[in-house]
């Protein structure tokens, strides 16, 4: 804590950044969940957390298609075999020659400019 300044070590000790943290997870589940998923299992939104680094608070997730949904992808088909396969949130087996693309949905924008435009204090 040496190396802060006022205004850091005073919102420390008011949990300003643990405030924002928490409330920064809490905008991003509402931002993710705005709309209907095609597959919604709540993986990603229970992978939503935030780590205080210094002077910057970091909120993400730690699911790999939480950057599929954020910056959308294109068509995928099989590398390796004849066809993709995945499991369905029933727990039904889904084959298939190709799976379409996915718009881009800049959930994690949108939670940026509604925290900017928060006051915490």
């Keep these: 804590?040496?190396?802060?300044?006022?205004?850091?070590?005073?919102?420390?000790?008011?949990g300003l950044p643990k405030?924002?943290?928490?409330?920064g997870v809490e905008v991003m589940k509402e931002?993710?969940?705005?709309?209907?998923?095609p597959y919604a299992t709540?993986?990603?939104?229970?992978?939503?957390?935030?780590?205080v680094m210094g002077?910057?608070?970091?909120?993400g997730a730690s699911t790999p298609g939480a950057k599929w949904v954020e910056h959308g992808r294109g068509e995928v088909r099989p590398?390796?075999?004849?066809?993709?396969h995945w499991e369905s949130p029933t727990g039904a087996d889904v084959f298939?020659?190709?799976?379409?693309p996915v718009k881009a949905d800049k959930y994690i924008e949108?939670?940026?400019?509604?925290?900017e435009s928060m006051d915490f204090h």
């Design 96 to 100: 298939a020659m190709r799976s379409r």
């Design 1 to 14: 804590m040496a190396d802060m300044t006022i205004i850091q070590a005073i919102a420390y000790l008011e």
């Design 19 to 23: 405030k924002i943290g928490a409330k």
């Design 55 to 59: 002077d910057f608070i970091f909120i």
């Design 79 to 84: 590398k390796r075999a004849k066809m993709l």
């Design 110 to 115: 949108r939670t940026a400019r509604r925290l």
């Design 31 to 37: 931002e993710f969940n705005h709309k209907d998923r």
């Design 42 to 51: 709540g993986a990603t939104t229970r992978s939503f957390h935030y780590e």
